[in-house]
């Protein structure tokens, strides 16, 4: 694909950390089982506070019509548009209470964005791309977990390898075809 987004970088970072990128435009290619399961194993092996391993996930391929239907319409219409066409939808939540003891625990969604990072990249060295988003219907997402509660939907991903952007309407294909940008590392960092 010509539109693959690889930034430049100021220094040398590991290519799987500027080769993730976030598309719109989905091959019809389906992902394997043995790919998205080595997805959730990586995610499996993230930090997590006392060890509690506080992910969720709710997956449906593209070939799982009804279960995939279902995940397509949690999502805002607005996502719906290109996401319906992924060949993976995932419901990514958490449990807010620590399993050793039904306290709160308030790093939950922390550790949660670490397990979906270590997802997203073991995903994408196999040329799996991820789309992140949390314009979804949190409630009728988090219904889908049938728990007692204490388990939360937080954002849904979509995975698919790399589709054509003329697929794509006019708006989404500008945006699929515009370049990437980051703050520059003095923003964010105070270096003592
Ligand atoms: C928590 C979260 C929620 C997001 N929600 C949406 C969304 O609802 N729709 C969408 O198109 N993109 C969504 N994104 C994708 C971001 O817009 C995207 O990651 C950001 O613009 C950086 O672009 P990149 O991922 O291509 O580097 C979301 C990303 C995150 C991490």
């Not at 539109?3 to 435009?25: E, G, M």
């Not at 060949?87 to 397990?115: C, E, F, R, W």
């Not at 314009?135 to 995975?159: P, R």
Request: net charge negative.
């Amino acid at each position: 694909m010509s539109h693959i987004k690889i930034p430049n970088t100021k220094y040398n970072v590991n290519s799987l950390f500027v080769d993730r990128w976030s598309p719109r435009a989905f091959s019809e290619k389906s992902i394997s089982t043995e790919d998205l399961m080595s997805m959730f194993e990586a995610a499996s092996w993230a930090a997590s506070a006392m060890n509690d391993q506080p992910w969720r996930y709710i997956a449906a391929q593209k070939e799982n019509t009804e279960s995939f239907n279902q995940l397509v319409d949690c999502l805002n219409p607005a996502n719906q548009i290109w996401a319906k066409n992924a060949a993976v939808l995932i419901i990514s939540g958490m449990s807010t209470i620590y399993s050793s003891n039904q306290k709160p625990n308030g790093g939950a969604m922390h550790d949660l964005g670490l397990a979906n990072q270590n997802l997203i990249l073991q995903a994408q060295s196999k040329n799996i791309y991820s789309h992140i988003m949390g314009g979804f219907d949190k409630e009728k997402a988090t219904s889908l977990f049938n728990s007692d509660g204490t388990i939360v939907a937080h954002c849904m991903i979509a995975l698919s390898y790399l589709g054509d952007p003329e697929l794509l309407d006019e708006t989404l294909k500008q945006r699929e075809l515009t370049g990437r940008s980051r703050r520059p590392i003095e923003d964010f960092v105070t270096m003592l």
